[in-house]
């Protein structure tokens, strides 16, 4: 039979659903929810336990900060994804997606793993799990996790084409998508607003991956962070650790109860966020960018020149700065040299950066 036009003939739709039939015969499954202390019982190591971990995914390890947040995860009840495993003849439960969940319960659990680098309890930091108290131990061994168990019926070549597809399709959630899902507010909505405004994407040249990944937003939360804690009555970014994530997440949690509580917040967050976007683009001869030529966004530069010009404003709300001059003061001071990446969240970098755009711009 003749291809019908513009798409496949009858005898090509027929093979393909008799194909399809056949593929989707070989994806059989029951659903299981266990307890994490089922789980680490029968997981002993990574090959020889009831449980184990298959060929194809053993070299594949977290990190003790990515183990400790998962840890944390389950201790605050956040929801945890679906671990997919297949039942052998012999009974053994292959892990076919969920090995760095089961190895970071076990480290926790079994292996004295210290938690770190914690964002939504980091009084946790440095606890080890025998240092909970008994009732909060209790509570993690029985949290539960959802399991999908392939029919033994499934082909090695399934399983292992399953796990690429579950590792090449899932992306972790970056902060600003999480600050964005968990911290809905009349400032998160700003954010995302000013971070889609066509000036604002003007300014920041960046790669479609940053893009999709929520750049602009992560760089309108530190704006307003930075600036809104540069100064307040316990002193300048109270709680700031070295490590942004909890204190952006902290400082978009305050500042959302405060515009629901405050009806001009919001209009007064916007106009300085304007005000800033126009004075960079009058006074920096690249914005934000180093060069012309570079179409990149660092986000130690944006911190540096954004919240810099921001406080220099404030300062003296009729600055003026010819960018010609902007430019001699910022070679000078050897900004590019003092502007980098390496250690940038260190507090002591975060402010001088900071103030060096301050002192460039109000001048000697």
């Known amino acids: ?30 659903i299981a929810e266990y307890p994490v202390s089922l789980y680490v019982a029968r997981f002993a190591d990574d090959t020889e336990g009831r449980y184990f971990v298959p060929e194809y995914q053993r070299n594949l390890a977290w990190n003790d900060e990515q183990k400790s947040q998962f840890i944390e995860s389950l201790l605050v009840g956040l929801p945890i994804p679906f671990m997919f495993f297949y039942q052998t003849d012999a009974g053994r439960m292959e892990i076919v997606d969920g090995s760095q969940r089961m190895r970071a319960m076990r480290a926790f659990l079994k292996e004295g793993l210290r938690l770190r680098d914690l964002v939504l309890v980091p009084e946790l930091n440095g606890f080890q799990f025998n240092d909970l108290a008994e009732d909060r131990r209790n509570k993690l061994e029985d949290v539960t996790i959802r399991t999908i168990l392939l029919n033994t019926d499934t082909d090695p070549a399934t399983r ?98 405060a515009a629901a509580a405050d009806p001009y917040m919001i209009d007064g967050m916007r106009r300085e966020f304007e005000l800033m976007l ?9 914005g934000f960018q180093k060069s012309r030529a570079n179409h ?12 810099g010009s921001t406080l220099a404003l404030q300062e003296n709300p009729r600055l003026e700065v010819r960018p010609d001059e902007t430019e001699r003061r910022m070679r000078d001071a050897e900004f590019d040299r003092v502007v980098v990446s390496d250690g940038a969240n260190v507090r002591a970098k975060l402010e001088g950066r900071i103030d060096l755009v301050k002192n460039i711009l109000v001048g000697p």
């Open 1 to 30: 039979m003749a291809k019908k036009k513009g798409g496949p003939s009858d005898d090509a739709k027929k093979l393909a659903e008799e194909v399809l039939s056949s593929v989707s015969r070989q994806v059989k499954f029951s």
């Open 160 to 257: 292992a084409e399953m796990f690429a597809r579950i590792n090449r399709a899932g992306t972790a959630a970056n902060e600003a998508e999480i600050r964005r899902g968990s911290l809905p507010g009349l400032v998160t909505n700003l954010i995302k607003e000013l971070a889609e405004a066509p000036s604002f994407v003007a300014a920041t040249p960046l790669s479609k991956k940053a893009v999709d990944q929520r750049e602009r937003e992560e760089l309108v939360t530190r704006f307003f962070a930075y600036v809104n804690t540069n100064s307040t009555p316990e002193g300048r970014f109270p709680g700031y650790r070295d490590r942004p994530k909890k204190f952006l997440y902290d400082y978009l949690k305050a500042a959302n109860a």
């Open 278 to 286: 126009d004075f960079v683009r009058q006074t920096f001869p690249y």
């Open 296 to 307: 990149a966004v660092p986000r130690v530069r944006f911190e540096a020149i954004s919240v």
